[in-house]
DNA sequence: TTGGGTAAGTGGTCAAACCAATTTGCGATA
DNA sequence: TATCGCAAATTGGTTTGACCACTTACCCAA
């Protein structure tokens, strides 16, 4: 007959809600590397075959991937089914993004105000860390990691919001913004002045949602974003000038 | 290291995949049973664990379907493999629908009041021909008519805020929760006081925006979404009572 | 310091068994 | 003869334990 009764909860399909629940909440970032097979299937009481099986059922979602010898990684499905195609056209249509900083205006302002409120002791160890590490990577000067930081400090205020939509759209449409500005602008100039006014914006929302004052924590993530707005703005003027002085070169 | 390597075939992969042409090339037609696994195992010439995971490869995407005891079947309804990933995310983790909702409540409030400032008489144009066109459905009870204009009405303040993100966001939201919902619950009772109330709802947001009231328009909009979280929470309810009352289904 | 090579770690696969739900069919009964 | 009930066979679900193949990391020798 026809399958159509209710079906029986099958071990391997809780095994794969809660791994994507882990994924979904973040404490299973993109990148992390699972446990080994043989320690998981303890931890989640199940035995490996079952553990496997629910494996690749994420892995045919295209939530991790599994290189044999290698581990089993988790990759971002989530975040690039949104944006991978939003990646080209910011390229071919400069003018998306203005709309997407204020979008993220709107978005991370919302974010550090729900953070203020909902965030758990856990997510503001959480977030101090990130804060810090992103501290470091600011005074070390180093690109890369403060790129990387600064993802994992919004992230992590997303994350406090407790709103699954919220934690990853934020940090994927910034990681976007920041690839595309790599791509477009090379890197950013790092005018002391500038490092300074942004660490005071982060310290500011840092402190906001810490201190639980919702409306602050608000007021300093959209401050942020318009900094972050006017300076792009500056440096695109600036390129532009360089570039019409320089060569002409066409990209549309 | 990150995993980026290419990959050894994976037995399970291959199994994946013949059944997968099989299937497509019509010699394992919809509704058909597939051999016992113990059968089908030494066919392919693998053990039952390797056959096992190909299935539950299959069974994610949603081209068979298993039942214990009962045997494995191909999935009668293969055009429903549009399916994206964050559609059966949302079924497995229904909390999910929750964030969904409060992230649109930000999400069209934003987009109510940003249209009222910014729309042009041709957005204004567009906007009122949706309009009207959803009344109609609503009218005529065409619930496919009804959920097409929802979107387009939704799509038409999106584009009328000048934002092309707002506007594919809020569109392929709705559209996702409409989804959603069909798949979860099986269409919305129709009863008629709720259609009226969406009626006047979809006419306050349609009003304040057209007569350029942005904080009415925001008003306006998050209150209509209040009242769909409102409502589907009624719904998820009544619906959990039936199914408890009917059988006992842990899924957690 | 560097190179290579080995050992440990980890995913991939298999085999055999038992459990649990469903299906089938036989036999007793009306 | 028809029908119902129950038990056995069927079939998917799960576990254990073992072994293979590939990768990583470490250590030792040159």
Redesign the pocket.
């Given at each position: 007959?026809a399958p159509n009764?209710v079906q029986?909860?099958?071990?391997?399909d809780a095994v794969a809600a809660s791994l994507e629940r882990r994924i979904l909440e973040g404490s299973l970032k993109p990148g992390d590397?699972?446990?080994?097979?043989?320690?998981l299937a303890i931890e989640l009481?199940?035995?490996?075959?079952?553990l496997?099986?629910a494996?690749q059922k994420l892995a045919s979602k295209g939530m991790v991937q599994?290189?044999?010898?290698?581990?089993?990684y988790v990759t971002d499905r989530l975040e690039s089914t949104f944006f991978d195609p939003w990646q080209d056209m910011m390229g071919a249509h400069p003018g998306l993004r203005e709309d997407l900083l204020e979008f993220r205006r709107m978005l991370e302002g919302q974010a550090a105000e729900w953070a203020a409120e909902r965030a758990t002791d856990a997510d503001l160890t959480r977030l101090t860390q990130a804060f810090d590490a992103m501290n470091a990577a600011f005074d070390a000067n180093d690109l890369e990691r403060r790129a990387s930081t600064d993802i994992d400090f919004h992230q992590a205020i997303g994350e406090a919001t407790h709103n699954v939509l919220i934690g990853h759209l934020s940090a994927a449409l910034l990681r976007l913004m920041q690839d595309n500005i790599r791509l477009n602008l090379g890197e950013l100039k790092s005018i002391p002045a500038a490092i300074s006014l942004l660490k005071n914006q982060h310290a500011a929302i840092h402190t906001a949602i810490v201190e639980r004052k919702p409306s602050a924590a608000r007021a300093a993530a959209e401050t942020h974003i318009d900094f972050v707005r006017e300076s792009l703005a500056q440096s695109l003027r600036s390129a532009a000038r360089r570039e019409t002085a320089e060569r002409r070169l066409n990209a549309d």
């Amino acid at each position: 007959m026809a399958p159509n009764k209710v079906q029986v909860p099958r071990i391997s399909d809780a095994v794969a809600a809660s791994l994507e629940r882990r994924i979904l909440e973040g404490s299973l970032k993109p990148g992390d590397r699972l446990p080994p097979e043989r320690e998981l299937a303890i931890e989640l009481g199940v035995s490996r075959p079952s553990l496997r099986e629910a494996i690749q059922k994420l892995a045919s979602k295209g939530m991790v991937q599994s290189r044999q010898g290698g581990g089993t990684y988790v990759t971002d499905r989530l975040e690039s089914t949104f944006f991978d195609p939003w990646q080209d056209m910011m390229g071919a249509h400069p003018g998306l993004r203005e709309d997407l900083l204020e979008f993220r205006r709107m978005l991370e302002g919302q974010a550090a105000e729900w953070a203020a409120e909902r965030a758990t002791d856990a997510d503001l160890t959480r977030l101090t860390q990130a804060f810090d590490a992103m501290n470091a990577a600011f005074d070390a000067n180093d690109l890369e990691r403060r790129a990387s930081t600064d993802i994992d400090f919004h992230q992590a205020i997303g994350e406090a919001t407790h709103n699954v939509l919220i934690g990853h759209l934020s940090a994927a449409l910034l990681r976007l913004m920041q690839d595309n500005i790599r791509l477009n602008l090379g890197e950013l100039k790092s005018i002391p002045a500038a490092i300074s006014l942004l660490k005071n914006q982060h310290a500011a929302i840092h402190t906001a949602i810490v201190e639980r004052k919702p409306s602050a924590a608000r007021a300093a993530a959209e401050t942020h974003i318009d900094f972050v707005r006017e300076s792009l703005a500056q440096s695109l003027r600036s390129a532009a000038r360089r570039e019409t002085a320089e060569r002409r070169l066409n990209a549309d």
